[in-house]
């Protein structure tokens, strides 16, 4: 018996600020900071990559390089993204392991 699956798209399921938040914390707690590329590339594709280039004033290639798996962005594009979400990079306490 084969095991069908179908593509799964974070952006088709990204509708609110909140889950924006969301997703990208469960990504941070799962995969931890390697992960923030991917989720933030995910709700770029909620918002539309050509609608995020145009609020963060960046280029929509420039974009999809600083978000992609080599990518390496800046902290001044991740905040250009987070601020263009309607977001903001904020720091905690690490809990005691």
Same mark, same amino acid.
């Given at each position: =018996?084969?095991?069908?699956?179908?593509?799964?798209?974070?952006?088709?399921?990204?509708? &609110?600020? %909140?889950?924006?938040? @969301?997703?990208?914390? !469960?990504?941070?707690?799962?995969?931890?900071?390697?992960?923030?590329? @991917? !989720?933030?590339? #995910?709700? !770029? %594709?909620?918002?539309? =990559?050509? /609608?995020?280039?145009?609020? &963060? #004033?960046? +280029?929509?290639?420039?974009?999809?390089? @600083?978000?992609?798996?080599?990518?390496?962005?800046?902290?001044? &594009?991740? +905040? @250009?993204?987070?601020? !263009?979400?309607?977001?903001?990079?904020?720091?905690?306490?690490?809990? /005691? /392991?």
């Amino acid at each position: =018996m084969t095991l069908k699956t179908f593509p799964w798209s974070p952006g088709e399921y990204i509708k &609110t600020p %909140d889950d924006a938040i @969301a997703y990208i914390e !469960a990504a941070l707690e799962e995969v931890g900071p390697e992960g923030i590329k @991917a !989720a933030l590339r #995910g709700v !770029a %594709d909620s918002e539309g =990559m050509s /609608a995020l280039a145009r609020k &963060t #004033g960046l +280029n929509r290639q420039g974009l999809y390089r @600083a978000l992609s798996d080599e990518g390496d962005p800046r902290l001044s &594009t991740l +905040n @250009a993204i987070l601020d !263009a979400l309607g977001l903001r990079l904020s720091v905690t306490r690490k809990s /005691a /392991a």
